[in-house]
T-cell receptor, first 114, second 108 residues
Framework: DVKVTQSSRYLVKRTGEKVFLECVQD?????MFWYRQDPGLGLRLIYF???????EKGDIPEGYSVSREKKERFSLILESASTNQTSMYLC?????????????FGDGTRLSIL | RKEVEQDPGPFNVPEGATVAFNCTYS??????FFWYRQDCRKEPKLLMS???SGNEDGRFTAQLNRASQYISLLIRDSKLSDSATYLC?????????FGDGTTLTVKP
């Protein structure tokens, strides 16, 4: 079974802080994704990566950056956290570059910015 | 117009009922289709893939109509444990687009 692990289930940070969300998958998947999910807005893609050191912007990249130094790890960075970034953040992965296989999700991180 | 549209519901049905959800998508080049289930405050989990020939998994049947660009999910003999939000997912060139979900509540 694919295991996607997110570093924190719940996180509380202050406005202006630099925030790191970590995601690790154990199935040697090439593709990794970061989403945020908000009531009434569904899942929105922030960034994704098809390979190590490679990243592509999703639909809402503003205020975020990512890092993929190793194949199994994909980090989401909030450069200067703001209250409108309070949300549920979900990491996912799939095998094979540009694969159309279903995504496997981590448990999610509920982030609150005060 | 959203790329993937679902009726948000909520659908409130009694145990044992049959319920159907529909989903439409706008990109005719879409290649793969899925239904996910998401419980409250949890991550989405794959329920089943959707094929043009239709596929069944126990009480769940999924169908794809490429010509009309819609996907359906049928749940027979609903159980209390089926209460959740069901997400329609369309994938193309490695990127997935998620519907906003349809909420189902099954009542005793």
């Amino acid at each position: 079974d694919v295991k996607v692990t997110q570093s924190s289930r719940y996180l509380v940070k202050r406005t202006g802080e630099k925030v790191f969300l970590e995601c690790v998958q154990d199935m040697d998947h090439e593709n990794m994704f970061w989403y945020r999910q908000d009531p009434g807005l569904g899942l929105r893609l922030i960034y994704f990566s098809y390979d190590v050191k490679m990243k592509e912007k999703g639909d809402i990249p503003e205020g975020y950056s990512v890092s993929r130094e190793k194949k199994e790890r994909f980090s989401l960075i909030l450069e200067s956290a703001s209250t409108n970034q309070t949300s549920m953040y979900l990491c996912a992965s799939t095998p094979g570059v540009y694969s159309n296989q279903p995504q496997h999700f981590g448990d999610g991180t509920r982030l609150s910015i005060l | 117009r959203k790329e993937v549209e679902q009726d948000p519901g909520p659908f409130n049905v009694p145990e044992g009922a049959t319920v159907a959800f529909n989903c439409t998508y706008s990109n005719s080049a879409s290649q793969s289709f899925f239904w996910y289930r998401q419980d409250c405050r949890k991550e989405p989990k794959l329920l089943m893939s959707v094929y043009s020939s239709g596929n069944e998994d126990g009480r769940f049947t999924a169908q794809l109509n490429r010509a009309s660009q819609y996907i359906s999910l049928l749940i027979r003999d609903s159980k209390l444990s089926d209460s959740a939000t069901y997400l329609c997912v369309v994938t193309n060139a490695g990127k997935s687009t998620f519907g906003d979900g349809t909420t189902l509540t099954v009542k005793p």
